[in-house]
């Protein structure tokens, strides 16, 4: 009796994995030929055209599309930083000042020129603008190139309104009015 169904269970397994194999052969030579109904092969068309032709919206990690985010405000202030939207052997950078200034937004590079790439004779300034609101379509702008009168590289002390009070390595101080591009 134990060999019997020894047999039978045999039997069946043998079976069983041959008309596994028997379907998987079947639908894969059904799939690799391409053979597929008529409906079917329009509808997987349908969404391979619609696939290619979509937009790609960014997404949340929850799935949602991220919203259009406006930039904050500019917050003006000095900030130590010590390279500009130039190459550092042509001008050297001690601190920047950036702020609204007769509605535009200055960028003020304070230092100087370097003479043969790493020292600076004479003090001076860069500045460039760009749009208050940083929203707004505009690039940065190249303003001009001041140089003070004080000998090594300008830092900036601070600002009151319009003007610009610069002190050099001596400890010598000048100022500079951004509305007549002037040193005082």
Known sequence: MKRKLKWS????SVVGVTLLAVGNLGASTYYSANVLPPAKARMLDAEAQA????????????????????????VG?????????????????????????????????????????????????????E???????????????????LAGALTIVSVEGNIITFRNDNGSKTTFNLITHSFG
Not at 9 to 12: E, G, I, R
Not at 81 to 98: R, Y
Not at 131 to 149: A, H, I, Q, R, Y
Request: hydrophobic share 45%; no cysteine.
């Open 51 to 74: 696939r290619a032709n979509a937009w790609i919206t960014p997404k949340t990690t929850h799935g949602m599309a991220l919203a259009s985010v406006p930039i904050p405000a500019r």
């Open 9 to 12: 269970a045999f039997l069946v």
């Open 131 to 149: 749009p208050v609101d940083p929203n707004s379509t505009g690039d940065l702008s190249f303003v001009g190139e001041w140089k003070s009168s």
């Open 77 to 129: 202030g000095i900030v130590l930083m010590h390279q500009g939207p130039f190459f550092a052997g042509e001008f050297q950078v001690n601190d920047v000042w950036d702020g609204a200034i007769a509605g535009k937004w200055l960028i003020v590079y304070a230092g100087g020129s370097t003479v043969d790439g790493a020292s600076v004779a004479v003090g001076g300034i860069r500045i460039y603008t």
